[in-house]
């Protein structure tokens, strides 16, 4: 599993875009989302499941000032 660079206060920051419910950093939640159609291993730092275009967009503004890497996931 590659090293998170997800802090508590970064991890708290998305759960303030999101609510506490729609944010994981659970290792169950991280090696599910690791893999997608192509079976290879990609395991995120932090899953995030947005509803709304606003909580996207927090989503990816909180990923572009901190440089991390965003994945969109479909269906698996």
Not at 7 to 19: M, V, W
Not at 22 to 48: F, H, M, Q
């Amino acid at each position: 599993m590659s090293k998170s660079r997800i802090t508590p206060e970064l991890e708290a920051e998305f759960r303030s875009i999101l609510g506490p419910a729609c944010v994981s950093t659970d290792e169950l939640d991280l090696v599910t989302y690791a893999y997608d159609g192509t079976r290879k291993n990609y395991p995120p730092w932090i899953v995030v499941w947005p509803t709304t275009t606003e909580e996207v967009s927090g989503i990816m503004r909180l990923a572009s000032r901190e440089r991390i890497p965003v994945y969109p996931r479909g269906a698996g």
